[in-house]
T-cell receptor
Framework: DQQVKQNSPSLSVQEGRISILNCDYTNSMFDYFLWYKKYPAEGPTFLISISSIKDKNEDGRFTVFLNKSAKHLSLHIVPSQPGDSAVYFCAAKDDYKLSFGAGTTVTVRA | KAGVTQTPRYLIKTRGQQVTLSCSPISGHRSVSWYQQTPGQGLQFLFEYFSETQRNKGNFPGRFSGRQFSNSRSEMNVSTLELGDSALYLC?????????????FGPGTRLLVL
C-alpha cells in the first residue's frame, strides 16, 4: 500500500522558470516530510524538509509547502537551473522509517 | 565529516547465491536503515537498526536480513538470490531517527543477479 504518492512521473521546465513538484500522502501519523534529489548511480541527497507543525519552509531557491488538511505537500524551485535536472523523491517519516514516493524526473531546458 | 559509505559498490551474483552488503554510517550516527530501489520504483524500506536492535521492518521476505554491530556499522544479507533482487541497495544513517531528524544516504550498492 503506497502511503506516499508522486503522481507526476516527469516534469519539463524552462531554465529560469518555476518548478512545482507535488506529493500526496495517506498516513496522518507522518510527522516529518523530506525532499531528496537523486542523480543516476548516486544515493539520494537531502534537499529540504518540513515538520508537521509548520506549513512552509524555505531554503534559498527551494520552498516546501505542507497542507495537512489535504495531506499534500509541494516543492517549489525558483528559478530552475540546468543542474536541477534530476529525480526528486518525496518522503514522510513515522515509526523509525521513511516512506518514499516513486519520484518525479525533472528536466530543465536551456 | 565523512559521509555514509557502502561496500561493495557493484556486485554480480547468480541465482541461488547469497550476498552480504556493508554500510558504515556517519560518525556518531546510531540509526542505520536499508532501502531497495528498482527501476521505476521509489525506495522500498527494508529495515532499520538502532544500537544493534531492529526497530522496524518492511514487507520483504525472510531471505532479506540485517544486523548492526556495536560500532553502528551494519550489514544486510540476501540469501537464495532471485532475478528480481537486482536493484540498487541504499543505506542511510541518522543520529537516532527520532523527532525531526534527517536521514543521509550512501552511494548505494548496485546488485545484478544473473
Amino acid at each position: 500500500d503506497q502511503q506516499v504518492k508522486q503522481n507526476s512521473p516527469s516534469l519539463s521546465v524552462q531554465e529560469g522558470r518555476i518548478s512545482i513538484l507535488n506529493c500526496d500522502y495517506t498516513n496522518s501519523m507522518f510527522d516529518y516530510f523530506l525532499w531528496y534529489k537523486k542523480y543516476p548511480a548516486e544515493g539520494p541527497t537531502f534537499l529540504i524538509s518540513i515538520s508537521s507543525i509548520k506549513d512552509k519552509n524555505e531554503d534559498g531557491r527551494f520552498t516546501v509547502f505542507l497542507n495537512k488538511s489535504a495531506k499534500h505537500l509541494s516543492l517549489h524551485i525558483v528559478p530552475s537551473q540546468p543542474g536541477d535536472s534530476a529525480v526528486y523523491f518525496c518522503a514522510a517519516k513515522d515509526d523509525y522509517k521513511l516512506s518514499f514516493g516513486a519520484g518525479t524526473t525533472v528536466t530543465v531546458r536551456a | 565529516k565523512a559521509g555514509v559509505t557502502q561496500t561493495p559498490r557493484y556486485l554480480i551474483k547468480t541465482r541461488g547465491q547469497q550476498v552480504t552488503l556493508s554500510c558504515s554510517p556517519i560518525s556518531g550516527h546510531r540509526s542505520v536503515s536499508w532501502y531497495q530501489q528498482t527501476p521505476g520504483q521509489g525506495l522500498q524500506f527494508l529495515f532499520e537498526y538502532f544500537s544493534e536492535t531492529q526497530r522496524n521492518k518492511g514487507n520483504f521476505p525472510g531471505r532479506f536480513s540485517g544486523r548492526q554491530f556495536s560500532n553502528s556499522r551494519s550489514e544486510m544479507n540476501v540469501s537464495t538470490l532471485e532475478l528480481g533482487d537486482s536493484a540498487l541497495y541504499l543505506c542511510a544513517s541518522s543520529f537516532s531517527l527520532t523527532g525531526y531528524e534527517t536521514q543521509y544516504f550512501g552511494p548505494g550498492t548496485r546488485l545484478l543477479v544473473l
